[in-house]
């Protein structure tokens, strides 16, 4: 199985809404992340979690929280979103987070706020 | 600051038409440089890493090289399913878990 697995694959959520996102892996990998990507730009790392650690948050807002409960799950918990929040956010999986480590994504959760 | 630049923007080609997409890349130090191919609505597919000057990836139509300031992706008489945008990111020393991708270069390939 080298697949990562995203769920939902759209969202629509209003505002005031509090949502979930959530992914999963069964490679065996101790390093997930979480990318956001707005149409027509690269993907801009948000979080990293190396063994189940946060190891690396790009001064995200709070409005996101992510946690991962072991090492094949990972969610992205969304609060008071605003409509600039609105992408394609990608999840990630690596073996770990050394050198030449290649990145497996799923296919991502297009999210719309309104 | 570590950056990446993909060029050109977008391209057309002709089925069979070969050609190069461009990956420039200022890093303080290189620890890999990964090659991603994006359908629309999907999530990036790995294609190749390079690491070191001089190495030379290839699978099917396509081979990627890297020097010590750019890479190419070579797509030989490519077909119109290898249409899709092409990413470049690179990984830094001292940047653990991180891939800065370029703006991707879309690639048109008609019958």
């Known amino acids: 199985d080298t697949e990562v697995t995203q769920t939902p694959k759209h969202l629509v959520m209003g505002m005031t809404n509090k949502k979930s996102l959530k992914c999963e892996q069964h490679m065996g990998h101790r390093a997930m992340y979480w990318y956001k990507q707005k149409a027509k730009k690269p993907p801009e790392l948000m979080f990293v979690?190396?063994?189940?650690?946060?190891?690396i948050n790009e001064s995200v807002p709070s409005r996101f929280s992510p946690e991962c409960p072991n090492s094949s799950l990972l969610n992205l918990h969304l609060h008071a979103l605003q409509p600039e929040d609105s992408a394609l956010y990608l999840c990630?999986?690596?073996?770990?987070?050394?050198?030449?480590?290649?990145?497996?994504f799923g296919s991502g959760t297009q999210l719309s706020v309104l | 600051e570590d950056q990446v630049t993909q060029s050109p923007e977008a391209l057309r080609l002709q089925e069979g038409e070969s050609s190069s997409l461009n990956c420039s890349y200022t890093?303080?130090?290189?620890?890999?440089l990964f090659w991603y191919r994006q359908d629309p609505g999907k999530g990036p597919e790995f294609l190749f890493t390079l690491y070191s000057a001089g190495e030379e990836k290839e699978k099917e139509r396509l081979k990627a090289t890297l020097t010590k300031k750019e890479s190419f992706l070579h797509i030989t008489a490519p077909k119109p399913e290898d249409s899709a945008t092409y990413l470049c990111a690179v990984q830094a020393h001292g940047n653990t878990g991180k891939l800065i991708f370029g703006q991707g270069t879309t690639l048109q390939v008609k019958p």
């Open positions: 990630a999986s690596s073996r770990g987070t050394g050198n030449n480590e290649k990145l497996f």
């Open positions: 979690y190396s063994y189940e650690k946060l190891s």
């Open positions: 890093v303080s130090g290189l620890r890999g």
